[in-house]
């Protein structure tokens, strides 16, 4: 089994929330991604974001924020499921040109399955079709009441094309993210989530991750689903080597010997053989079971 360190209270420092953009095909997720990760945001130097490692961090007035970034419907329905445990606000997102749609719904219920708190983008205002009081109806008519209308969630119009009021958006998920009191203890073996890995042909397999907790350091070892290695390199988002990482912080590593799947917890080890034997346990457990299921 897998030794979890407890933490003392004091042990615990403040960490940047970790915020997931959701809502319906073509209604504005991947622009609003693309905005903010390109845009000098307030006094942050996002400007300097290069590689794509699944998340990336830009400061706004002083405060960092972590966005999942994980592009294309799959590998963001097939991480969905465990990565809502991953976010800490969402923000679902709904062209004002459109409707309410089932992706919306769905987001929705995701959220609110795993407790995690949403902000309403009503995107798209730009357009002469736009009508955002429609939306606003819509989202009272499930329940969800913003607080323009007495109700308790955050809502922010915006074009995401044009970058408009992107930054008053932020600084209302800030708000929400600043209620949750968000915490984890640095000075510990990092663990973490699996965003997304690949072979590379120069590289190797190169795994892209999220610290949660601890701090994962060059030369520790890991076990990340069934696969292990020695963290040999890492890269941020800014292409830029890191010794260090620290919680909230996406990370992309080469070392581990296979791709563990999106969504695979990781851990830091002590002992290297220990977590060769783990991973080597639970890959015959995944063929036992492989075995099982083709049989019935
Ligand atoms: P996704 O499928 O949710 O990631 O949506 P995209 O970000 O790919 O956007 C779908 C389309 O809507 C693209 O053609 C965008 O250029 C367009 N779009 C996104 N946001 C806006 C906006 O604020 N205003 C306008 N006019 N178009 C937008």
Excluded: C
């Excluded at 973490?192 to 994962?216: H, I």
Aim: proline share 4%; glycine share 8%; charged share 30%.
């Amino acid at each position: 089994s897998i030794p979890v360190e407890e933490d003392k209270p004091e042990d615990l420092e403040d960490r940047p929330p970790i915020i997931t953009v959701m809502g319906h095909v073509d209604h504005g997720k991947t622009s609003l991604l693309d905005y903010i990760r390109k845009a000098k945001i307030a006094d942050g130097e996002a400007g300097g974001i290069t590689q794509h490692i699944g998340a990336y961090s830009v400061d706004l007035k002083g405060k960092r924020l972590t966005f999942l970034d994980t592009p294309g419907h799959e590998a963001f329905t097939a991480m969905r499921a465990r990565g809502a445990q991953v976010t800490d606000v969402a923000i679902i997102i709904v062209a004002a040109d459109d409707d309410v749609m089932p992706q919306t719904k769905e987001a929705i219920s995701h959220a609110q399955a795993a407790g995690v708190p949403m902000v309403f983008a009503i995107n798209k205002i730009d357009k002469p079709g736009a009508n955002p009081d429609k939306i606003k109806e819509q989202l009272s008519q499930m329940n969800i009441l913003i607080e323009e209308w007495g109700g308790k969630f955050q809502s922010q119009e915006i074009s995401a094309k044009h970058g408009k009021n992107i930054e008053e958006l932020l600084e209302k998920v800030m708000l929400e993210a600043d209620l949750l009191e968000l915490k984890a203890n640095p000075n510990k073996n990092a663990i973490g989530t699996v965003l997304e890995s690949s072979l590379d042909k120069g590289k190797g397999y190169v795994t892209n991750m999220l610290v949660e907790a601890g701090t994962l350091k060059v030369g520790d070892i890991i076990l990340a689903g069934k696969h292990t290695g020695r963290v040999r390199a890492m890269l941020n988002e800014k292409g830029q080597n890191m010794k260090e990482v620290l919680p909230s912080r996406p990370v992309s590593i080469i070392g581990i010997n296979g791709a563990p799947s999106a969504g695979d917890k990781f851990y830091v080890m002590n002992d290297e053989r220990e977590a060769r034997n783990i991973a080597t346990r639970r890959e015959q457990l995944y063929r036992e079971q492989g075995l099982r299921t083709q049989k019935h």
